[in-house]
């Protein structure tokens, strides 16, 4: 299933995005479905830089290296139902994917791709072939939310968050199925009961071409949140997106991504990353409305965007684009938790600001008081404008709390040098 966004233009009305704002009138909305970001164009300096991301529009390792092989297979049934020969060519039997989704668990104790040849036409082919491969995860459930949980199975990323894969129970027994005991309907989704548990394969079922496809990128495990009800609105937990190597190729090539912040640049594929420049343990520290803020660290890395994000970058008159990712520790002392997904924030020089790429950016989720989250800030510059500055201001305007400004309608700010 391939998952499709609108682009929307990084000039209207209505930005979306965009790199450019005013100092001085900005501001965030939320509706359900999406975040926008609004800018009023009161007051400019010298020169705004006019470069962007907006969302995607609608528009050589091998199988072979594999680590900790084995020839047990997790699934025995994979061979039962398509009467071929099977081979585990990839296994994983300690991936460490381990997820606590406020109390509704999920657990991959192991994982493994089964190469299968000469499959009968009948019961069983991949998409009309007689060769394909079956990704089996040895899965935990356990519903210790104290309340009744709603989740769906997660899906396979690809090259990027529009390639996904969702689960097959082709060549599944029932008795091994992650699901609720309960069965549900289109109209009336099955839940976990409060204390439920269930333990059993998910499984993902590839043709050889969508796999040949798939084994050499830095393929994801997606993980949407559990809810409180059918409608997936009263969240338990918050989207998770696991790396998932398929291949010894794979797993090193994100090994390598490891040494970057987790911002969505990563998580979502959409660009490859090249280091530039990187301060770590910087920690400046300022206090505002018993919010403290931490500057940790920053990282300046030029992007190759892939295929399905080139045209999402805007603006960078065919020069190289550069992300500065700030990486902010959030210690909330006041009474209530805190969301920290919405900042305004600007990244300045002497002649341009830029500001923050929500889209691209990424947190820990809501902050209780008392506790630290962290946020990965994000901002684009062209490559001269990189080389051309050595001397930054990181301004945060604003923090969309609960109901308000979480700042007061004070700003924060942080002088940056490289």
């Known amino acids: 299933m391939k998952k499709k966004l609108g682009l929307i233009s990084a000039f209207s009305t209505i930005l979306i995005l965009t790199a450019c704002g005013s100092h001085d009138n900005s501001s965030t909305s939320k509706n359900e479905n999406e975040k926008q970001e609004a800018v009023s164009e009161t007051e400019t300096k010298t020169n705004?830089?006019?470069?962007?991301?907006?969302?995607k529009n609608d528009s050589n390792s091998s199988a072979d290296d594999n680590t900790e092989s084995t020839n047990g297979i997790l699934n025995p049934y994979i061979k039962e139902s398509t009467k071929g020969q099977t081979e585990v060519v990839y296994n994983n039997s300690k991936p460490n994917i381990d997820i606590d989704f406020d109390g509704f668990k999920f657990k991959v104790s192991q994982y493994q791709v089964v190469h299968v040849k000469n499959a009968e036409d009948e019961p069983y082919s991949f998409?009309?072939?007689?060769?394909?491969y079956v990704i089996t995860l040895k899965t935990s459930?356990?519903?210790?939310?104290?309340?009744?949980?709603?989740?769906?199975?997660?899906a396979l990323q690809g090259k990027d968050e529009y390639d996904t894969t969702q689960p097959d129970v082709s060549l599944l027994e029932e008795k091994d199925n992650v699901k609720p005991k309960k069965s549900g309907t289109p109209s009336?989704?099955?839940?976990?009961?409060?204390?439920?548990?269930?333990?059993?394969?998910?499984?993902?079922?590839?043709?050889?071409d969508e796999y040949k496809a798939l084994v050499n990128e830095k393929t994801k495990l997606v993980l949407s949140n559990a809810a409180k009800d059918s409608m997936m609105r009263e969240h338990l937990g918050e989207k998770q997106i696991i790396d998932f190597p398929l291949s010894?190729?794979?797993?090193?090539?994100?090994?390598?991504?490891?040494?970057f912040y987790e911002d969505q640049i990563n998580k979502k594929n959409i660009a490859e990353k090249t280091m530039l420049?990187?301060?770590?343990?910087?920690?400046?520290?300022?206090?505002?409305?018993k919010i403290d803020l931490t500057l940790a660290g920053i990282q300046f890395t030029q992007l190759d965007p892939t295929e399905s994000y080139k045209r999402s970058f805007t603006g960078f008159d065919n020069e190289d684009i550069v992300a500065a990712t700030i990486k902010m520790n959030v210690k909330n002392e006041q009474p209530g938790s805190l969301p920290i997904d919405q900042f305004s924030a600007f990244l300045d020089t002497d002649k341009t600001?830029?500001?923050?790429?929500?889209?691209?950016?990424?947190?820990?989720?809501?902050?209780?008081s008392g506790k630290t989250g962290?946020?990965?800030?994000?901002?684009?510059?062209?490559?001269?404008?990189?080389?051309?500055?050595?001397n930054f201001t990181l301004r945060i305007r604003h923090i969309q709390g609960n109901d308000t400004d979480a700042l007061k309608d004070q700003e924060i700010s942080f002088s940056i040098k490289r």
């Open 374 to 390: 962290q946020k990965y800030l994000v901002f684009l510059l062209k490559k001269s404008e990189y080389e051309q500055n050595k």
């Open 353 to 368: 600001h830029y500001l923050n790429q929500d889209s691209l950016e990424r947190d820990s989720g809501s902050v209780e």
């Open 277 to 289: 420049d990187q301060q770590e343990n910087i920690n400046k520290m300022k206090t505002e409305n």
């Open 248 to 259: 010894g190729g794979s797993a090193n090539k994100q090994q390598t991504d490891s040494e």
């Open 188 to 208: 009336n989704p099955a839940y976990y009961e409060k204390g439920e548990t269930k333990t059993g394969f998910i499984q993902y079922e590839l043709s050889n």
């Open 48 to 55: 705004e830089s006019q470069t962007s991301f907006t969302e």
């Open 127 to 132: 998409k009309g072939e007689k060769e394909g």
């Open 141 to 154: 459930i356990n519903n210790q939310s104290g309340t009744k949980a709603y989740f769906n199975n997660p």
